[in-house]
């Protein structure tokens, strides 16, 4: 049981560039989130994702696409990176709104 | 819109001490969440409190909910150098996603 699986775990980038952040899970939830974290500010919501077909923006959205075609990939899209893009990047997932998260172990971004 | 605020923003220790980080909600929270993230690592889950003055223990550490649901404690009695890391609480906001706090990042010296 591998839970929540991203790919890369690295990624340098330059400025215009685009990359997808790959997220997939296999427990079956329905459930996913992308949030970014930089030093000392915590996690803040990208995206997230209430079952297939449906996707909604988060706290920090600009400068980002998901999409959720099945219920086990959420892909992150990054169009025109930007330095203020450099970050840790997590997806995660829940069976329900109200239950626990189960992270990946995140894709660190360098934008130069 | 929903903020999570969460102090201190680091705290260094000594082994054997104890350490409580405070978390507050500008809104009343449906539920609370926290979880530990190890220097390199990933947010894993820790516990969640649901009912108003709710207070659980795992082991040395004790969660609390205040009684309005926007504050809640995370207390680590004696602290070990396995303690170390950064402690986030969540809040979930009504009909989206977790909303985490800055976190509190523990360290320990023995």
């Known amino acids: 049981n591998a839970g929540v699986t991203q790919t890369p775990k690295f990624r340098i980038l330059k400025i215009g560039q685009s990359m997808t952040l790959q997220c997939t899970q296999d427990?079956?939830?329905?459930?996913m989130y992308w949030y970014r974290q930089d030093p000392g500010m915590g996690l803040k919501l990208i995206y997230y994702?209430?079952?297939?077909?449906?996707?909604d923006k988060g706290e920090v959205p600009n400068g980002y696409n998901v999409s959720r075609s099945t219920t086990e990939d959420f892909p992150l899209r990054l169009e025109l990176a930007a330095p203020s893009q450099t970050s840790v990047y997590f997806c995660a997932s829940s069976h329900r709104d109200r239950e626990s998260y189960t992270f990946g172990s995140g894709t660190r971004l360098t934008v130069v | 819109g929903q903020q999570v605020m969460q102090i201190p923003q680091y705290q260094h220790v000594q082994e054997g001490e104890d350490f409580t980080t405070y978390c507050n909600s500008s809104?009343?929270?449906?539920?609370i969440q926290w979880y530990k993230q190890r220097p390199g690592g990933h947010p894993v889950f820790l516990i969640q409190l649901v009912k108003s003055g709710e207070v659980k223990k795992q082991k040395r550490l004790t969660f609390q909910f205040g009684e309005a649901k926007k504050n809640s404690s995370l207390h680590i009695t004696a602290t070990q150098t396995t303690d170390v890391g950064t402690y986030f609480c969540?809040?979930?906001?009504?009909?989206?996603?977790?909303?985490f706090g800055k976190g509190t990042t523990l360290s320990v010296s023995s």
């Open positions: 427990m079956n939830h329905n459930y």
């Open positions: 994702s209430v079952g297939a077909g449906i996707t």
């Open positions: 969540a809040g979930l906001r009504e009909g989206t996603a977790l909303i």
């Open positions: 809104t009343t929270l449906s539920n």
